[in-house]
């Protein structure tokens, strides 16, 4: 197959490969994993240890708790996906941990728009902070709490992506007015039955006046934004405000 025609790749760099494609093996994922859409890779890190206990983590230096994911092992499962170019005419190799830049609707965009991502999932304390300066890896963070790893981030990211590959949403323009599309959270939703637990539905919505319920639906996805996510709210102003000058 030529690089043009190669699907969105996802290689997972992981001490617990059979935890894959767990999840992503079911639903949207799932359907366009069979359909080759995208392409599901993992890679056993413990299979680059170099002793015969195949010991892929050791003792902090400075003293602490727990144990710290060795360099040289690390490293070693990473080059063997794409060398030493980390970022640079490759796919992007990403760390998931709670230290990094919070994962964007953007970001997942952008990932989702390129080749693939290879994925270093931690375990233990951490990893030799050298694996990250010498490979040029960039570290995401799904929020501020902290997993027992990183394989559960990793599945989250890359059904993050999956969806938004060409073909995988039936509707496109379900995409477009998804939470965070334009800096706001999505608006509610109401579907049938019209009465129910003594609740009805928003007379806007059953008008059948479309530029009366997208106004509406703008309006409640601002104030849920509002009310639910001032950091939102204040950095969809700044952009707003930007497009105006």
């Given at each position: 197959m030529s690089e043009a025609t190669t699907p969105w790749t996802a290689?997972?760099?992981?001490?617990?490969?059979?935890?894959?494609?767990g999840p992503l093996g079911y639903s949207l994922a799932g359907r366009a994993l069979k359909n080759n859409d995208w392409v599901m890779e993992t890679v056993d890190i413990r299979g680059f240890a170099s002793d015969k206990h195949r010991t892929v983590d050791d003792t902090p230096f400075g003293g602490g708790p727990g144990m710290v994911m060795r360099p040289d092992v690390a490293?070693?499962?990473?080059?063997?996906?794409?060398?030493?170019?980390?970022?640079?005419g490759a796919r992007t190799a990403i760390y998931l941990s709670p230290r990094g830049r919070l994962l964007t609707q953007t970001r997942v965009g952008k990932?989702?728009?390129?080749?693939?991502?290879?994925?270093?999932c931690g375990?233990?304390?951490?990893?030799?902070?050298?694996?990250l300066e010498t490979r040029g890896i960039e570290e995401i963070s799904l929020g501020d709490y902290v997993l027992s790893g990183g394989e559960p981030a990793?599945?989250?990211?890359i059904d993050a992506c999956v969806r938004l590959l060409p073909g995988v949403v039936g509707d496109a323009?379900?995409?477009?007015?998804?939470?965070?599309?334009?800096?706001?959270?999505?608006?509610?939703?109401?579907?049938?039955?019209?009465?129910?637990?003594?609740?009805?539905?928003?007379e806007i919505l059953l008008s059948g006046h479309h530029e009366n319920i997208r106004a509406w639906r703008r309006e409640m996805a601002e104030k849920t934004t509002r009310e639910r996510r001032p950091d939102l709210w204040e950095a969809?102003?700044?952009?707003?405000?930007?497009?105006?000058?």
């Open positions: 290689t997972v760099l992981t001490l617990l490969p059979e935890m894959f494609p490293a070693a499962a990473l080059d063997s996906v794409q060398g030493k170019t980390g970022t640079t990932l989702a728009a390129d080749k693939g991502v290879v994925l270093l375990r233990y304390e951490g990893l030799d902070e050298r694996v990793a599945m989250v990211l323009a379900v995409l477009e007015e998804e939470s965070f599309e334009e800096g706001l959270l999505e608006y509610p939703h109401y579907t049938r039955p019209q009465a129910w637990a003594g609740m009805g539905v928003p969809h102003l700044r952009q707003r405000q930007s497009k105006r000058e």
